[in-house]
C-alpha cells in the first residue's frame, strides 16, 4: 500500500486540541518549478485568524503535508522588510526555518513530513526596526503526531553507518518486508562537497539510483528546494518493489553547476539489501 493510500485508511492524530475538516484540492509551486499536486488525504495544517488550528489528515512519514498560516495572527511587526518565519522540527532533530512571505505576497509551505514521533511547528514575526514577536503558544509550540511508517526505512547515516527499522526479523541489518513500501532516509552530509550556487538559487542536488532484481535502473531526487530555490533540505524517498521482489541495489551521486561530481556507491560495489 502507498503513502498516499494509508493517509485514507489511518485515524487521524494531533497532539493538540485541534479540529479536523476537510482540505480543499490545491497546488502549490516549490522554488525548484516542480509542480506537486494535493491529493485527497494529504494533510493541511492551518492556523486560522480567529486563533483555531486545524489539521485535516494524519502526518504519514515520507508524505507532502502543507501549512496555511494567516499573518493575522501576528500583527505586531509590519514596518520594513517584516516577514513572518516558519520553524518546525521533528523531535530533537535539526529545526527548519522559512519565510512565509515571497517577495510580499503570503504563501503556504509544502513539505515532506519527516521520520519521528511528534512535529513542533512555531512562527516568528520580525522587521528592520528590531521589533520582533512570535506565535509558538507561549513556548511551547504547536505539536502534531506523526504515525509510524508503512514499511521499512533504510538511514543512510553521517559516515558510512547505515541501519534498518522495520525489517522481518526485527534487527537492524536484516530483510526488508518485499511487500510494503521503504522509505530512503539519506543523511546530506554523507555527500557534502558538490554545493555551488547561482544567482542566489543553489545548482545542486543528491540523487538516488535505485534497482530491484537487476531491473531498470530508477533515478529521483534526495532534496527538496524551498525558500524560491535559495535553499535545500533533504527528502525522504519513497520506493515501491515490484511483486516478487528479493534484491534492492541503490547508490547515489551529488553534483552542481560548476561540474562538481560525487559518489557514495560502498566503493563501486553499491549498497545491496535482501527483501523478505
Same mark, same amino acid.
Given at each position: 500500500?502507498?503513502?498516499?493510500? &494509508?493517509?485514507?485508511?489511518?485515524?487521524?492524530?494531533?497532539?493538540?486540541?485541534?479540529? %479536523?475538516?476537510?482540505?480543499?484540492?490545491?497546488?502549490?509551486?516549490?522554488?525548484?518549478?516542480?509542480?506537486?499536486? %494535493?491529493?485527497?488525504?494529504?494533510?493541511?495544517?492551518?492556523?486560522?485568524?480567529?486563533?483555531?488550528?486545524?489539521?485535516?489528515?494524519?502526518? #504519514?512519514?515520507?508524505?507532502?503535508?502543507?501549512?496555511?498560516?494567516?499573518?493575522?495572527?501576528?500583527?505586531?511587526?509590519? $514596518?520594513?522588510?517584516?516577514? #513572518?518565519?516558519? /520553524?518546525?522540527?521533528?523531535?530533537?532533530?535539526?529545526?527548519?526555518?522559512?519565510?512565509?512571505?515571497?517577495?510580499?505576497?503570503?504563501?503556504?509551505?509544502?513539505?515532506?513530513?519527516?521520520?519521528?514521533?511528534? &512535529?513542533?511547528?512555531?512562527?516568528?514575526?520580525?522587521?528592520?526596526? $528590531?521589533?520582533?514577536? /512570535?506565535? /509558538?503558544?507561549?513556548?511551547?509550540?504547536?505539536?502534531?503526531?506523526?504515525?509510524?511508517?508503512?514499511?521499512?526505512?533504510?538511514? %543512510?547515516?553521517?559516515?558510512?553507518?547505515?541501519?534498518?527499522?522495520?525489517?522481518?526479523?526485527?534487527?537492524?541489518?536484516?530483510?526488508?518486508?518485499?511487500? @510494503?513500501? #521503504?522509505?530512503?532516509?539519506?543523511?546530506?552530509?554523507?555527500?557534502?562537497?558538490?554545493?555551488?550556487?547561482?544567482? $542566489?538559487?543553489?545548482?545542486?542536488?543528491?540523487?538516488?539510483?535505485?534497482?530491484?532484481?537487476?531491473?531498470? #535502473?530508477?533515478?529521483?531526487?534526495?532534496?527538496?528546494?524551498?525558500?524560491?530555490?535559495? @535553499?535545500?533540505?533533504?527528502?525522504?524517498?519513497?520506493?515501491?518493489?515490484?511483486?516478487?521482489?528479493?534484491?534492492?541495489?541503490?547508490?547515489?551521486?551529488?553534483?552542481?553547476?560548476?561540474?562538481?561530481?560525487?559518489?557514495?556507491?560502498?566503493?563501486?560495489?553499491?549498497?545491496? %539489501?535482501? &527483501?523478505?
Amino acid at each position: 500500500m502507498s503513502l498516499r493510500a &494509508l493517509v485514507m485508511v489511518l485515524s487521524l492524530g494531533c497532539v493538540e486540541a485541534c479540529t %479536523f475538516n476537510p482540505a480543499p484540492l490545491s497546488e502549490v509551486l516549490l522554488g525548484s518549478g516542480k509542480l506537486d499536486t %494535493f491529493e485527497p488525504g494529504d494533510p493541511v495544517i492551518s492556523f486560522s485568524a480567529e486563533g483555531s488550528v486545524t489539521q485535516s489528515a494524519l502526518l #504519514i512519514p515520507g508524505s507532502l503535508a502543507k501549512v496555511h498560516y494567516d499573518t493575522s495572527r501576528l500583527k505586531t511587526c509590519r $514596518g520594513l522588510n517584516w516577514n #513572518i518565519m516558519l /520553524s518546525y522540527q521533528a523531535d530533537a532533530t535539526e529545526a527548519h526555518s522559512f519565510e512565509l512571505l515571497v517577495n510580499g505576497v503570503a504563501t503556504d509551505l509544502m513539505f515532506t513530513v519527516p521520520l519521528g514521533h511528534d &512535529l513542533a511547528i512555531w512562527f516568528d514575526n520580525e522587521d528592520s526596526s $528590531g521589533c520582533s514577536d /512570535s506565535d /509558538s503558544r507561549n513556548g511551547n509550540d504547536y505539536h502534531f503526531s506523526i504515525a509510524p511508517p508503512p514499511g521499512g526505512v533504510i538511514h %543512510f547515516q553521517s559516515g558510512d553507518s547505515i541501519k534498518m527499522d522495520g525489517t522481518t526479523d526485527g534487527t537492524a541489518t536484516g530483510p526488508l518486508p518485499a511487500d @510494503e513500501p #521503504i522509505l530512503v532516509d539519506y543523511d546530506l552530509s554523507r555527500l557534502p562537497e558538490c554545493r555551488a550556487a547561482k544567482n $542566489g538559487r543553489q545548482t545542486w542536488d543528491v540523487i538516488a539510483n535505485w534497482r530491484f532484481d537487476q531491473g531498470v #535502473i530508477e533515478s529521483d531526487s534526495l532534496t527538496r528546494a524551498v525558500a524560491n530555490g535559495t @535553499e535545500r533540505i533533504a527528502n525522504l524517498l519513497e520506493l515501491t518493489p515490484p511483486a516478487g521482489s528479493q534484491r534492492l541495489e541503490m547508490w547515489f551521486e551529488n553534483s552542481d553547476g560548476s561540474g562538481c561530481a560525487r559518489s557514495d556507491s560502498n566503493f563501486g560495489n553499491n549498497f545491496i %539489501f535482501e &527483501l523478505k
